[in-house]
């Protein structure tokens, strides 16, 4: 036989896990290629078919803990279009939850969502809502819930950040970011608890704190945006002891800083800044939004279902200093 390397290929499997190592092998008095497994056990599946619902044969392969899997769930989840909330609702979506995005204006969404799911072959809607309006958060909800039929996993992501020396703050911008990262957050969680506590098997929520709840960011100033996040890590905290023993699980996941398009945009006409940003972070760079998705995916599953109250930061190390 004859091991042809242009034909090696990873191949994913029904719950993302992925065979490596994995060589087409062409018999030498055959037309067809077939695959070989390093462990000598073959599969008789020709490359140009090959299929996990097609073979008759057991291989073996490394696959990710079935507790893992959101296969059959509904997720939620608020600001999911872009940033860190895009890499989000695509993880959710990759690991099996079909997927409602909240979004406040970016009308793009409805054809992001559509992307999403295509890719995935997972249903995903988008859902305009002004989260500052409890009223029509509660209406949106709602809606999400009678088209689904259910809510398993919310994610409350939306947010927004600003800062400024704390006495000459804009106090409507005080109140604009308190209104979104606070307010916002308790209404969406208010809104689905609502559904998820009638529910059988409850549900997950994951809040988006931030180590600004724990730390004083610097150099630059931003006491409204650190005093929201700490406000989000013990609202997180009161309703993870509040629904414990109602089957929903509370938890935050808390980044450092992230290379979002914003933070990208930012640190282009502030290089100085970015430099100590990175300069104060152990691992000497900035995080990738896509570094929060094993987070989320983690919380949203079953493989934390012993886990309420709880923070996972993602920060690089920052923390540790």
Not at 58 to 75: C, D, R, W, Y
Not at 106 to 116: G, L, V, Y
Not at 162 to 179: Q, Y
Request: hydrophobic share 40%; proline share 3%.
């Amino acid at each position: 036989m004859v091991v042809s390397p242009t034909c090696r290929r990873t191949t994913y499997g029904l719950m993302g896990g992925r065979m490596e190592n994995v060589y087409a092998v062409q018999p030498e008095t055959a037309d067809q290629d077939w695959y070989k497994f390093k462990d000598d056990k073959f599969a008789a599946i020709p490359c140009s078919s090959f299929s996990l619902y097609q073979t008759q044969f057991k291989v073996n392969m490394a696959t990710s803990l079935p507790e893992f899997s959101l296969q059959g769930k509904i997720a939620v989840i608020t600001g999911g279009a872009r940033g860190i909330g895009l890499e989000m609702s695509k993880a959710l979506a990759e690991a099996g939850a079909d997927v409602a995005m909240m979004y406040v204006s970016n009308d793009a969404t409805h054809d992001t969502a559509a992307e999403i799911g295509k890719k995935f072959n997972k249903t995903v809607k988008a859902y305009k809502c002004e989260l500052t309006n409890v009223d029509q958060v509660r209406e949106v909800i709602d809606k999400i819930h009678s088209d689904f039929g259910r809510i398993d996993i919310f994610v409350a992501n939306a947010g927004v950040s600003e800062g400024g020396a704390a006495e000459d703050l804009d106090i409507n911008v005080w109140h604009r970011v308190m209104d979104v990262n606070v307010n916002g957050c308790f209404y969406t969680i208010q809104a689905v608890a609502r559904h998820m506590l009638k529910q059988p098997n409850g549900g997950s929520i994951i809040t988006l704190s931030s180590i600004s709840a724990s730390i004083v960011n610097r150099p630059q100033f931003q006491v409204v945006y650190n005093t929201s996040k700490a406000a989000v890590g013990m609202m997180t905290k009161c309703l993870a002891a509040e629904w414990a023993t109602r089957k929903i699980r509370v938890n935050a996941i808390s980044p450092g800083y992230m290379m979002t398009d914003m933070v990208t945009k930012y640190i282009a006409n502030n290089k100085e800044l970015g430099d100590q940003w990175v300069e104060h972070t152990p691992m000497k760079r900035i995080g990738d939004p896509k570094e929060l998705r094993g987070a989320v995916v983690f919380l949203a599953s079953d493989a934390a279902s012993y886990m309420t109250g709880s923070e996972i930061v993602v920060d690089g190390g920052y923390l540790v200093y």
